[in-house]
């Protein structure tokens, strides 16, 4: 990669904190990864002692990958590039004995934690339904703001919600070490407090991770910082590269104002700005400045780029959602019948999930082939979950929610009423579910039969737990699905042998994946591949890899990070984007933060559509042309759709490319 004189200044400068400001399509991964590999030849600073974090798997093995094409891989082993969460993560594995949690400590993801609130609230309150999401989003936000239970309770300041929150908040916590697990947040938060309340513990680290670079600094959150300021300690050996105008994740916890916060915290900040943008062209990036001008600046970037002043911007005007989705994917189906360009090359970004469905009616109909981004995932199936259920109970028995969910799965005749029973023993006395298994005073709660089944269980759980210990965790696995004949138990449960088949299939494909995993690291415990398999479809839920010849539909969210020659932005009005919460909740800064992504986006052409009327729960409403229209310089755009005539030529090449569509569909038929 040849450097521009900033990416140069970026790479080269060591002397003390540094402020990549990288603005969108400006190179910043390639500024990130020569400087690792300048950090290791030109420093000599030994691979294992940097440092790089990212957000997503995905952004992460690029990095490596990279890394590993400069130097080859021999020079770059031990280099240690991840995301937030499994740094956390390998913190808390190697630091156990100064933390309350044994070794195989498991992981909840969101529908496990919310299960447990549910079962907090259930005990404590009359009605266990009706706040569970909402204190859940409230704990995560305390969490993500490096506020602790007792510190919640006292800023409640009387308010009802807050202080119900606060209290679930501490038993939540409480509950989580009881059962020996950790959430998604307490990856960050624990090292944290760790390296807070342990001097020694923060000084090794700090000792082990003698550079720190971190990548898509904006989207940090409080507590992230805080481990950022505990790592790099004041020798301050530190870059990071970031964004304010591409900070669009705020209902995250993410804080722009980070970036603020370096120069007060790191007074010797350098600060260099990446502003060459080498994807779009100039009426791209002159329109995208434009829009983000409105937005007051920590520090002021411009755009430009030399790929030339590239095609006017398009408007659609249309009347209607069908209208609209008609008109955008006629206009795709003509620009790609004339251009002959591959399907891959257009994207169709929206600002909510449920704007995908009219648009991938329209696709159907005229037999485009397109890829839905931020589908259901791989993890969610309910065979996928039977599975990691085990394998996490088998690394860790103290898991009550993965206890609760496969203890008659497939059935061992343990019932709702022995399972409730045994969850108000183990309440009782303040025990996991599996350790009051082998209580000798259970019999008496619970009766002689299902006291013999649960503990028949227990101790299969148990035994299946110590050959982990000394054999291939991939080889009990496969036993284990063997030995609960999983297999069958989905042919009675599936609708049909097709159903079945395609569940066994997925099964299939995880014990692939484990495998696949612990090829890579042969020293691997079950616990450790199974955390892996949660951080995998946690974190890269949004950021699929898929390289199918096949238009792409996702939201702006989902879009970050990514481009592409030809986007469609739609939905463009007001209510929509910027969004009816962020206009009651006056959060437009960061709507424009997302229109700005998703111009941004664009390499070659960008077409930007709005509805004169819309389909709101269940009633027709009038709508209005989004304010950022009116952002953008209007010399830049090319208005069409409804009310203006399309010339007579381009008609007739639209005529052609659905005619074309229509041969290709009655021809696959």
């Known amino acids: 990669m040849k450097l521009n004189p900033q990416q140069h200044s970026a790479v080269k400068y060591i002397d003390g904190p540094c402020l990549v400001l990288a603005g969108a399509g400006s190179g910043k991964t390639g500024v990130i990864t020569q400087k690792i590999a300048y950090l290791i030849e030109q420093?000599?600073?030994?691979?294992?002692?940097?440092?790089?974090?990212?957000?997503?798997?995905?952004?992460?093995?690029?990095?490596?990958?990279?890394?590993?094409?400069?130097?080859?891989?021999?020079?770059?082993?031990?280099?240690?590039?991840?995301?937030?969460?499994?740094?956390?993560?390998?913190?808390i594995r190697k630091e156990l004995d100064n933390l309350p949690y044994k070794k195989g400590f498991s992981i909840y993801d969101n529908q496990d934690s919310l299960a447990l609130i549910k079962e907090l609230m259930?005990?404590?309150?009359?009605?266990?339904?009706?706040?569970?999401?909402?204190?859940?989003?409230?704990?995560?936000?305390?969490?993500?703001?490096?506020?602790?239970?007792?510190?919640?309770?006292?800023e409640a300041n009387a308010d009802a919600f807050l202080t119900v929150s606060a209290k679930v908040y501490e038993q939540y916590n409480h509950h989580l070490r009881t059962y020996n697990a950790v959430d998604f947040d307490d990856l960050i938060m624990i090292p944290v407090l760790l390296f807070r309340d342990h001097a020694e513990v923060k000084e090794r680290w700090q000792n082990t991770i003698r550079y720190l670079l971190v990548d898509e600094y904006q989207d940090t959150n409080a507590t992230q910082y805080e481990l950022v300021k505990l790592i790099v300690g004041q020798r301050a050996n530190l870059t990071v590269v970031g964004d304010d105008d591409q900070s669009v994740y705020s209902w995250r916890g993410a804080q722009p104002e980070n970036l603020e916060l370096l120069k007060d915290d790191f007074p010797m900040l350098n600060v260099i700005k990446l502003e060459q943008n080498y994807r779009s062209t100039g009426c791209i990036l002159q329109a995208a400045n434009s829009l983000i001008a409105n937005n007051p600046h920590i520090f002021e970037k411009n755009?430009?780029?030399?790929?030339?002043?590239?095609?006017?911007?398009?408007?659609?005007?249309?009347?209607?959602?069908?209208?609209?989705?008609?008109?955008?994917?006629?206009?795709?189906?003509?620009?790609?019948?004339?251009?002959?360009?591959?399907?891959?090359?257009?994207?169709?970004?929206?600002?909510?999930?449920?704007?995908?469905?009219?648009?991938?009616?329209?696709?159907?109909?005229?037999?485009?082939p397109y890829y839905l981004s931020g589908g259901m995932s791989f993890f969610a199936y309910s065979e996928i979950k039977d599975i990691m259920s085990y394998l996490r109970l088998i690394a860790n028995p103290d898991d009550d929610n993965a206890f609760l969910r496969i203890a008659n799965v497939p059935r061992r005749e343990i019932g709702p009423t022995s399972l409730e029973k045994l969850s108000n023993f183990s309440n009782k006395y303040g025990h996991s579910l599996f350790s009051s298994c082998f209580d000798q005073f259970l019999r008496e709660s619970i009766g002689n039969r299902a006291s013999a089944n649960l503990s028949a269980f227990a101790n299969w759980i148990k035994d299946y737990s110590l050959r982990c210990e000394s054999e291939s965790p991939v080889t009990v696995v496969k036993e284990l699905i063997a030995d609960i004949d999983y297999e069958r138990w989905l042919t009675d449960t599936s609708k049909d042998e097709a159903d079945a088949n395609r569940r066994m299939d997925n099964v299939l494909e995880l014990i692939n994946w484990l495998e696949r995993l612990a090829a890579k690291d042969s020293e691997a415990d079950l616990a450790t591949l199974v955390a892996k398999l949660t951080l995998l479809d946690t974190l890269d839920r949004d950021n699929e890899d898929n390289d199918e010849n096949k238009v792409h539909l996702m939201t702006l969210h989902a879009s970050k990070g990514l481009e592409f020659p030809h986007v469609y932005l739609v939905g463009v009005e007001e209510e929509c984007l910027p969004h009816r919460n962020s206009i009651e909740e006056d959060n437009i800064e960061e709507e424009r933060r997302l229109a700005y992504v998703g111009i941004t986006r664009a390499r070659k052409t960008l077409t930007i559509s709005f509805a004169s009327k819309r389909k709101r729960y269940g009633e027709v409403i009038e709508c209005?042309?989004?304010?950022?229209?009116?952002?953008?310089?209007?010399?830049?755009?090319?208005?069409s759709g409804a009310g203006i005539e399309l010339p007579e030529e381009e008609k007739k090449?639209?005529?052609?490319?659905?005619?074309?569509?229509l041969k290709s569909m009655l021809a696959n038929s």
């Open 122 to 154: 259930k005990r404590a309150f009359s009605d266990p339904d009706g706040q569970t999401d909402r204190i859940l989003w409230q704990i995560s936000r305390w969490k993500n703001a490096f506020v602790l239970p007792e510190q919640a309770l006292q």
């Open 624 to 639: 209005e042309p989004s304010r950022f229209l009116d952002e953008l310089p209007q010399e830049l755009l090319q208005w």
């Open 303 to 368: 755009l430009w780029s030399d790929l030339g002043f590239g095609q006017p911007i398009r408007v659609l005007r249309t009347r209607h959602e069908d209208d609209e989705a008609e008109q955008v994917v006629a206009e795709l189906n003509h620009h790609q019948f004339v251009n002959r360009t591959p399907h891959k090359d257009y994207a169709i970004l929206y600002r909510g999930n449920h704007q995908s469905r009219v648009f991938e009616r329209m696709l159907r109909e005229n037999n485009i």
């Open 653 to 661: 090449a639209r005529g052609n490319a659905s005619l074309a569509g």
């Open 43 to 91: 420093c000599e600073i030994k691979p294992h002692n940097i440092a790089a974090v990212t957000f997503t798997n995905k952004s992460a093995r690029e990095m490596q990958n990279r890394v590993a094409k400069l130097l080859g891989k021999d020079k770059s082993k031990g280099l240690r590039v991840s995301t937030f969460h499994t740094l956390g993560l390998d913190i």
